[in-house]
């Protein structure tokens, strides 16, 4: 007959237990020590997921609009210029801009900025000449004048003035402030101001054509505007 010595049995049992339990605690640990890896990860993710999204955002929503109606210079058979004699044109048009609510203000520094130029018989990637910071200017003139004063590329020479039927020498354009707070190229909330483009003689449009100007800041979306050209009867066309 065979002793068994008392205790044995469940002395036995209490280690399994024990190491049971250090197995047990040993996952638990490593478990934690993964899932804050992933959750912290998972945050940090998130967080450039959101300034990811914030940065579209900003670039998507364009911070200029049209501040009000677009005109244009036509010549016709009553201007000096003979060859509108028989098919008027359109010598330079202006478009008004100002910040949409809330927008930030940009920089329309030549370093900084780019305007496109598209109609039906050309095309530009860059018409841009540079802003006129001097002074205000109300009328579309004085800012031609401005514009020929400070030698423009487009609008240097001669007393080049397309309001006075001297069109620019090539397609260009700039920017004048109608309303400004100081001197600077930025267009500031509250400022006006507005895009000049003057037309080369073989590039002036007509009555029906489409143009299509790009405003290309540095940062947020490009303002676009289209306009199709009326019938030209007066010298000053109202282009929507």
């Not at 237990?17 to 020590?33: C, L, P």
């Not at 707070?181 to 507005?194: I, K, R, S």
């Not at 000049?196 to 029906?208: D, H, W, Y």
Request: aromatic residues 6%.
């Amino acid at each position: 007959m065979k002793l068994q010595r008392k205790g044995t049995r469940h002395s036995h049992r209490g280690v399994i237990g024990v190491e049971s339990a250090i197995v047990m605690i040993a996952f638990v640990i490593v478990a934690a020590a993964l899932a804050f890896v992933v959750l912290n990860m998972g945050f940090t993710t998130s967080q450039k997921a959101k300034t990811t999204i914030m940065a579209g955002l900003g670039e998507s929503s364009s911070s200029m609009q049209i501040a009000g109606k677009v005109t244009a210079v036509g010549c016709t058979s009553s201007s000096s210029d003979t060859t509108c004699a028989t098919t008027p044109k359109i010598n330079a048009t202006a478009f008004p801009l100002r910040l949409t609510p809330g927008g930030d203000s940009i920089d329309l520094g030549t370093a900084t900025t780019a305007v496109k130029y598209l109609s039906n018989s050309v095309e530009y990637d860059d018409i841009y000449s540079g802003p006129i910071t001097s002074e205000e200017h109300r009328t579309l003139r004085g800012a031609f004048e401005e514009a020929n004063t400070d030698s423009l590329t487009g609008f240097s020479g001669d007393s080049i003035n397309p309001i006075n039927g001297t069109v620019a020498s090539q397609t260009a354009a700039f920017i004048y402030w109608s309303v400004q707070y100081n001197t600077n190229q930025v267009l500031d909330q509250g400022e006006h101001a507005a895009l000049a483009i003057g037309f080369a003689s073989s590039e002036r449009p007509t009555a029906l054509d489409k143009i299509r100007v790009e405003i290309i800041p540095a940062t947020g979306a490009s303002l676009s505007v289209e306009r199709q050209i009326p019938t030209i009867t007066t010298s000053i066309v109202d282009m929507g």
